[in-house]
């Protein structure tokens, strides 16, 4: 995948919702899953959609959440939503993520660099932002597709 194309295809993750990150069930590929709306003036239904990061060989995943956040949201509570009302704290129970700034490319990327002259495939860097993660992902190609409602992440197996 060229970058213009890999450019392209994130740009669709700006100001959505991440609903899911992780490695597959296989544990090579590394997949989000974006929850994708349009102003509702534009007629476009919300999506679901599946972010593959094919022959992924490094995955960082940071908080982003303050440690004074932090320290008043470890109550269990707010791992559910209606149990987290009238909680001071981050409510993880929303079970999203604000994809913002969003996704980048990491330019000139030394890892990208060393696993491709490593392995004979180019490989890119790619930043991911949300209000609670910091996601930085080494891979060397990017399938995108639709995904049912209902989707969990061990239902679809390969690329």
């Not at 590929?29 to 476009?44: F, K």
């Amino acid at each position: 995948m060229d970058a213009a194309a890999l450019e392209l295809a994130l740009d669709e993750l700006f100001d959505q919702a991440l609903v899911h990150h992780g490695y597959t069930d296989y544990m090579r590929d590394y997949e989000l899953i974006a929850y994708l709306t349009s102003d509702p003036r534009t007629g476009i239904a919300p999506t679901h959609r599946r972010f593959l990061f094919r022959n992924c060989v490094e995955a960082t995943c940071r908080s982003t959440v303050h440690p004074d956040t932090w320290q008043v949201s470890l109550d269990d509570r707010l791992t559910t939503h209606e149990t987290a009302a009238d909680l001071d704290g981050f409510v993880w129970g929303v079970r999203w993520q604000v994809l913002y700034p969003g996704a980048s490319i990491v330019p000139n990327s030394a890892p990208a660099t060393r696993w491709s002259q490593a392995i004979g495939l180019d490989f890119h860097e790619v930043r991911v932002e949300t209000n609670a993660h910091d996601l930085t992902l080494v891979f060397s190609d990017l399938t995108v597709t639709d995904v049912p409602l209902g989707y969990t992440p061990f239902t679809v197996t390969g690329g």
